[in-house]
């Protein structure tokens, strides 16, 4: 194990996700969780100046959302209270935020147990890093039906393509994304 290098356990899962069944959800679902979390940010309706960020259930179920100017600091007021209410590790949960998604929210993910982490935003190329060593699901650019998996794709329920591939999602073509990333056409409803 390199330093720094998250503990694993011999199902090669991180200590926090060991015990709990993986999250798997569609790409229909994933689609929905930035509308919801938009309608319920309720400060930022009158300020329209605040970041969001939300934890959901696996079926989709607003748990819980936290506003605030940073976007860290409305993860961090969500694992806060996670852990004052004992909830932690939040293993059973997607963390939704309404902007880019840093290595520091894909750390603070990890260490609250978090499996799934969403942005409407693009993520950056050490959260990328960190999703793929962490067994970490990184979603970005979540928009409309439309989005890019950057790791963890296999808590995404994606179609199964015809043997020619029609259907099936793109990889990166051209666009500068890592080579495993996934983008997800736009037109999920037909999935």
């Known amino acids: 194990m390199r330093q720094g290098e998250p503990r694993r356990g011999a199902d090669g899962r991180p200590?926090?996700?060991?015990?709990?069944?993986?999250?798997?959800?569609?790409?229909?679902?994933?689609?929905?969780?930035?509308?919801?979390?938009?309608?319920?940010?309720?400060?930022?309706?009158?300020?329209?100046g605040l970041h969001a960020a939300a934890l959901f259930a696996?079926?989709?179920?607003?748990?819980d959302?936290?506003?605030?100017?940073?976007?860290?600091?409305?993860?961090?007021?969500?694992?806060?209270?996670?852990l004052?209410?004992?909830?932690?590790?939040?293993?059973?949960?997607?963390?939704?935020?309404?902007?880019r998604a840093s290595f520091e929210l894909a750390q603070k993910a990890v260490m609250a147990g978090i499996p799934m982490l969403a942005a409407v935003s693009?993520?950056?190329s050490l959260a990328v890093d960190l999703a793929a060593e962490s067994d970490l699901t990184l979603v970005g650019f979540l928009r409309g039906a439309?989005?890019?998996?950057?790791?963890?794709?296999?808590?995404?329920?994606l179609p199964t393509?015809?043997?020619?591939?029609?259907g099936a999602p793109e990889r990166d073509a051209g666009r500068g994304l890592p080579d495993d990333t996934r983008t997800i056409p736009g037109d999920v409803s037909g999935m």
């Not at 600091?73 to 694992?79: M, Q, S, T």
């Open 65 to 82: 959302v936290r506003e605030d100017v940073g976007r860290h600091n409305a993860v961090d007021k969500l694992v806060g209270r996670a």
């Open 15 to 48: 200590p926090a996700h060991r015990g709990h069944p993986r999250v798997r959800v569609s790409p229909e679902l994933l689609a929905a969780l930035p509308g919801r979390l938009r309608a319920a940010q309720r400060v930022f309706d009158r300020t329209g």
């Open 58 to 63: 696996p079926d989709g179920e607003l748990l």
């Open 146 to 157: 439309s989005m890019n998996v950057y790791a963890g794709e296999d808590r995404i329920a």
């Open 84 to 99: 004052q209410n004992g909830a932690l590790p939040l293993s059973r949960t997607i963390l939704m935020v309404s902007g």
């Open 161 to 166: 393509a015809p043997a020619d591939g029609a």
């Open 122 to 124: 693009a993520p950056s």
